[in-house]
């Protein structure tokens, strides 16, 4: 299986200076990930987070300017991983698997995170910027570029508008999800996968 990943996936505006240390990067991530299942998000601080980890606050504030701001690396550590596409495949087969991967992430301890920091990026412009570069940007070009290997395939249509595409794929499932709080079953990303994708044979 082959990974798509832009050179500008893993890099984020909140994390500026010298290197960081692998062990209390992973001990502050792990420590913010145990703190979201065992209670309200909304009431971790960096106290609670420097406590658990053993990572010192003036530490934990040199590398992050806030609590949303861990969280978010905490959850894009654990999950980048786990989304993939496999460009091997037909494009439309990938989509599936991907897009019930991701439902399975959101709809596991993931999910009340995910919600959380897409509430902060409301309010909180640093927040925002991040959760655009390293989530939506990213995810959006890795699903244009297996978009753009089935047109060269010969999969679909080279008319096939790539942008439009993917609104109406991730914009439904999102919409179910976010919006209307409803279960997003295997079944209901099978329905939007043929739906999306019935108007596009090739030429």
Not at 32 to 49: F, K, P, Y
Not at 123 to 137: A, G, M, N, P, S
Request: glycine share 4%.
């Amino acid at each position: 299986m082959e990974r798509f990943m832009s050179e500008n996936e893993r890099l984020s505006p909140l994390r500026r200076g010298r290197p960081r240390d692998n062990d209390t990067t992973k001990a502050v991530l792990n420590a913010a990930l145990v703190l979201v299942e065992s209670g309200r998000i909304a009431d971790i601080t960096i106290n609670h987070i420097a406590l658990y980890s053993g990572v010192a606050k003036s530490t934990i504030y040199r590398r992050w300017p806030n609590v949303s701001a861990v969280l978010m690396d905490a959850f894009f550590d654990d999950i980048e991983p786990l989304i993939i596409y496999d460009k091997q495949m037909p494009v439309i087969e990938s989509m599936r698997i991907t897009i019930k991967k991701l439902i399975e992430v959101l709809q596991s301890k993931h999910g009340l995170l995910f919600r959380y920091l897409l509430g902060s990026a409301q309010y909180d412009t640093e927040v925002r910027e991040v959760f655009i570069q390293r989530w939506l940007e990213p995810r959006r070009q890795l699903g244009k570029q297996i978009i753009l290997h089935a047109i060269e395939r010969g999969e679909i249509s080279s008319h096939t508008d790539r942008d439009l595409l993917l609104d109406c794929i991730f914009g439904a499932i999102y919409y179910k999800y976010m919006v209307s709080f409803s279960l997003v079953t295997p079944e209901f990303v099978d329905k939007v996968i043929d739906c999306a994708f019935g108007g596009l044979a090739r030429d």
